[in-house]
Structures are given as C-alpha cells and as structure tokens.
C-alpha cells in the first residue's frame, strides 16, 4: 500500500472503509469460530461410544446407605491415548482409559432418583438429583440413575454389573 504523502480526506475515508471491511470479515470468522465450537462440543459426546461401568450398587434402608463393590468404568475413548492438560482424549489408539473404582458408600434419602457418577481425579463417587452437576464437570463420568427404594427395602439397586456384567452408563434403574 502506498504511503500518503499529503494529508488527502478521501484517502483517508477509502482507508477507514478498508478497516471497517476488515472488522466486519473478522466479526464474522470468530462469530463462526464460536458456532463450530459449540456444535464440536455438542456433536463429540453424540456420535462418541458410550461409557460402560460394571458397577452394582446395594440399598440398605435401615441405614440409608447405597454400597458398591469394586468396579471400572471405561470412559468414551477407552482405546485411545491421554494427552496432557487440558483433560482431554484423542482418538489416537493406545492407552486404555479404563478407571477403576474403589468400594465404598454414600448416605442417601430414600424413595428418590440420583444420578451417580464417579469423579476419577477427586476419587470420589457423587450423588445427586441433578444430571446437570454431572455433566458440568469433565472429571465426572456418568455411571447411572437409580432409585434408591423406601426404608423397609434392601437389595440391588442397580448398576452395570447388577445384570452380572457390564452396561451402558446412563442407565436409569428402579429395582424397588
């Protein structure tokens, strides 16, 4: 672009016109760039394998205490290789993303639905009756819906392994 060499008011105006151009084409790429975003964020948990789990988890009314023995859960990209922070998976093939949960148990109410998911970074299963508090955090991966049945009731609430193997995660199981 050549410089101007005296102060010339329709150069000027040409120039700023330029600028706006500009501005607008750049508006619009991040405009896009925020659109396929939110749909790759979107379409990576729709089109991905599902996660499983073989966790099976006890109602014990008397006590209000949900049990669950030693389990796995395997998250989406199970045959795929970790990458440093940020979390995330690619999808190149290598480590298994297989992680394991220890025994353990939570104090719940009875007669009501929760979604449990297991926190693998904390180590720490959560309960709750929101799915949302689940979803909005990457280190939680999804196990199921169960209900945890009245105080009188005792036995399997539900779980992956409660069918004796392995299930879907997101699972709504009412056994009571």
Known sequence: ??????????????????????RAQVGAIQSQLNYTNQTAAVVDPIHAPSTTNNLSFTWTGSTGVLNWPVGFVKDKNWQAQSIPRPAAKSSAPGQQHTYGVPSGSLSLNASTYYWLGWDWQHQQ????????????????HIICQLYTGTSGDTGTAGGGGSNGGVDLSGLTYKNF
């Open 1 to 22: 672009m050549p410089r101007i060499a005296a102060l010339d008011l329709s150069q000027i105006n040409r120039q700023i016109d330029n600028l706006d151009v500009v």
């Open 125 to 140: 299963m959560i309960a709750t009756t929101d799915a949302s508090q689940l979803h909005g955090n990457f280190n939680v």
